[in-house]
């Protein structure tokens, strides 16, 4: 997968160089290139983020010349045309199931915006020659995209196959398979501090186990996140559609 990132902050993307996501990229399953959005300013103050004083080519101008010097790269071979996603409190919100569809893209766009938010215009001449998406990370307002997007590249690289280890791993968390929250994980010791793992999961009953752990999730659901239940005990009616 191919990713491309526009930012005034490229720092805060030196996070995607660390651990499982770093790997990914060594090993060619993930490029990611971050552009810095000061690069297509007009004026020598670099601005980007208002009407620079005086006069002059603004914020749109910037963000037309980053994102069409992207698209001009063109699509990783003999793939559809890259989604665009500019992360915005006002946005639809992300969530396991978007991070599962944007996982199967060949190639994502982000546009980070800062402070006031980019100009309208923006979204709408990329969406009338392309696809865009407005994502919000939930519904609380960070002061700018980076977080959100290194929040969203995460979550969608660690689905790209070969990225995580096993595979299986990835099915039993919280939002996954049935939309419900993950069941408690214990490791060892059995006992630490006087606490003990509960017995069942050391009792070799595999059909025990996952009936606790069914029951842990369901419990822990209806008492934390009860919107995700499905049917009549949440308000989600799917569980699907809220994961
Ligand atoms: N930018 C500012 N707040 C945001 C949020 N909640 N989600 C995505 N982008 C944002």
């Known amino acids: 997968m191919k990713i491309d990132v526009i930012t005034i902050f490229p720092a805060y993307f030196e996070a995607l160089e660390l651990s499982l996501l770093g790997k990914a990229r060594d090993r060619g399953l993930l490029d990611v290139c971050v552009r810095d959005l000061r690069d297509f300013a007009h004026d020598r103050h670099r601005t980007v983020d208002d009407t620079p004083a005086g006069g002059g080519a603004g914020m749109v101008e910037p963000w037309g010349e980053a994102l069409d010097e992207v698209l001009a790269e063109g699509a990783p071979e003999g793939s559809r045309a890259p989604l665009i996603v500019f992360p915005s409190p006002a946005g639809e919100v992300f969530t396991q199931r978007m991070a599962r569809e944007l996982a199967e893209e060949p190639h994502l766009i982000f546009g980070c915006g800062r402070y006031e938010g980019i100009d309208q215009r923006v979204f709408d001449e990329y969406a009338d020659r392309g696809r865009v998406r407005i994502v919000s990370l939930g519904d609380y307002v960070l002061n700018g995209g980076e977080v959100a997007v290194l929040a969203m590249v995460e979550a969608i690289g660690r689905l790209i196959p070969g990225v995580v280890g096993n595979p299986e791993s990835l099915v039993e968390e919280s939002h996954e398979e049935d939309g419900l929250l993950e069941y ?3 490791t060892k010791p059995a006992t630490w501090r006087g606490r003990d793992v509960p017995s069942v ?23 934390i996140r009860p919107d995700l239940l499905p049917g009549d005990e949440g308000d989600a009616g799917d569980a699907e559609s809220v994961a």
């Open 201 to 223: 999961l050391l009792s070799g009953n595999h059909a025990a186990i996952a009936a606790w752990r069914r029951e842990q999730s369901l419990e822990r659901t209806r008492r």
């Open 184 to 186: 408690p994980s214990y």
